[in-house]
């Protein structure tokens, strides 16, 4: 007897895992478009907010993206006039500007929204869980695609 294809799918990690991240997407999404960001937009922002002084190289390895795709988010978010880019020889710097102070609280209160929606759905407790255990499989693959 052959399985199903949702058979496949519904003990598939890879499957889960990607479905699971575009619903939550989805809800994201229409969360911050109130503000005109996309989600990867507003951590980005909030990461040099709570670091300072930030490289494109270590912007790019907090939030676990290529580097191209760090350096064509900076360049919309300078052209949205939210971040300042300091070239120093063949260091550059990303700073934030002040325009970021006035969309700060605007950006906390979608990621509250977003939080609320999906335990909703989830429940808190498993909602909890979820991250929990999928932040941790998420650092095991990082530390084993690092070496």
């Known amino acids: 007897m052959t399985k199903k294809l949702n058979e496949y799918f519904d003990c598939c990690l890879f499957f889960s895992t990607n479905s699971l991240a575009r619903n939550i997407n989805r809800i994201s999404e229409n969360e911050f478009w109130l503000i005109w960001l996309s989600s990867s937009y507003a951590f980005l922002l909030m990461l040099?907010?709570?670091?300072g002084t930030l490289s494109?190289?270590?912007i790019s390895k907090a939030m676990n993206m290529d580097s191209s795709t760090i350096t064509r988010f900076?360049?919309?978010?300078?052209?949205?006039?939210?971040?300042?880019k300091?070239?120093?020889g063949r260091k550059t710097k990303i700073t934030l500007t002040k325009k970021w102070e006035k969309i700060q609280t605007d950006i906390q209160k979608a990621w509250m929204r977003v939080f609320?929606?999906?335990k909703?759905?989830?429940w808190e407790e498993?909602?909890?869980a979820l991250t929990k255990n999928t932040s941790l499989a998420n650092a095991k693959f990082t530390n084993l695609n690092s070496k």
């Open 48 to 51: 040099v907010n709570e670091r």
């Open 56 to 58: 494109t190289w270590e």
């Open 74 to 84: 900076i360049d919309k978010l300078i052209l949205q006039g939210f971040l300042n």
């Open 86 to 88: 300091e070239t120093e």
């Open 116 to 118: 609320q929606k999906y």
């Open 120 to 122: 909703e759905v989830l």
């Open 126 to 128: 498993l909602s909890d």
